[in-house]
């Protein structure tokens, strides 16, 4: 098949070409994103491989319909940003890669935790200037704290697990507990429980008409005073004005986020010699107590690995059968 691969970037093609070794498909690979001024670069190609801030709406869509297109591969578990009752209307194929190394991201969620606990972003810029106080460094044990997963599929359990090995007292909130089989340790309750009950927050749930602004001002108010939220699900999971308000309240103790809900614009780009235009984005990076990671949670060699078999794999099964090894369609969003 001839795909072309939108918002590549050095090690998209390393992992996806160490994939396709033996050349079985052709891969063009883009570094721009896939909107309505890019479409054209697929002329000629059966498939588009897509991330996350690619713009997979209805016109795009119409757009590769058609020069041809019939499948998007998603280089994600998230397909919030396709609009998948276009693309079944039209026809065209959606595959994603429904999993990849939970560790990585779950990883990730805990280094966040302990970043913004015991303030090792700030000392780590103090020891540079020769600064060695202590003052204002202090943090918490996390053994004996309670900390609430909303979402508890393969990330969330993975980093329930973690959690549970700190000692921590650990709470979940999910529309199907238990999915996965028993967690012993890990006890089920109410979102409104976990909220008021828990000293962390995280996210792990994906983005549906259901969960967006799932933490809006209201949420944050139900949060125990001082309590830390961190996001490494999907960026409007979260009402980021919202937290805004928190955070400046004082209500809100402090926030680690790896997503954004207006990331497309900034993420995955250098923009270190521009001034970033998004003013809400501008104003959270001046909170001491906030930590900001760019989407990176996923961006390990074993998850890129997993990454790259399973988008080859959505390939050979529509080249060979007509549909996607892993398909998600418009029944997964009613």
Do not use: W
């Amino acid at each position: 098949m001839r795909v072309a691969v939108y918002s590549t970037r050095p090690y998209d093609r390393e992992f996806l070409t160490r994939a396709n070794a033996d050349h079985r498909h052709e891969l063009r690979f883009l570094g721009v994103r896939l909107e309505a001024g890019t479409v054209a670069a697929a002329q000629g190609c059966d498939a588009v491989c897509a991330f996350v801030n690619d713009d997979l709406g209805a016109g795009v869509l119409r757009a590769l319909h058609a020069l041809g297109v019939r499948l998007v591969a998603l280089r994600s578990a998230g397909f919030n940003h396709i609009d998948l009752a276009a693309a079944a209307a039209l026809g065209i194929a959606v595959g994603r890669v429904p999993e990849y190394s939970p560790h990585a991201v779950a990883e990730h969620t805990v280094a966040l935790i302990l970043a913004l606990n015991r303030k090792t972003h700030r000392a780590y810029a103090r020891v540079r200037e020769g600064n060695f106080s202590l003052d204002g460094l202090l943090g918490f044990d996390l053994h004996g704290r309670t900390v609430g997963v909303i979402g508890a599929g393969k990330i969330g359990r993975c980093f329930a697990r973690i959690m549970l090995g700190f000692g921590c007292q650990v709470l979940a909130s999910d529309s199907q507990p238990d999915a996965g089989g028993a967690l012993p340790g890990l006890r089920y309750v109410d979102l409104p429980e976990l909220l008021a009950a828990s000293d962390i927050v995280s996210l792990h749930c994906p983005l549906t008409p259901q969960t967006h602004h799932l933490i809006d001002a209201r949420a944050l108010a139900a949060m125990k005073p001082g309590a830390m939220l961190v996001n490494t699900s999907r960026g409007a999971v979260v009402d980021t004005r919202a937290v805004i308000g928190a955070l400046k309240s004082g209500h809100l103790g402090s926030l680690g986020i790896d997503v954004y809900e207006e990331e497309a614009d900034l993420f995955f780009r250098d923009l270190s010699g521009e001034v970033i235009r998004d003013d809400v984005f501008a104003r959270l990076l001046t909170f001491p107590n906030v930590v900001v990671t760019a989407h990176q949670a996923f961006f390990t060699a074993d998850a890129l690995t997993d990454i790259a078999r399973t988008t080859l794999a959505n390939l050979d099964r529509y080249a060979a059968e007509g549909r996607p090894a892993h398909p998600v369609s418009v029944e997964r969003i009613v």
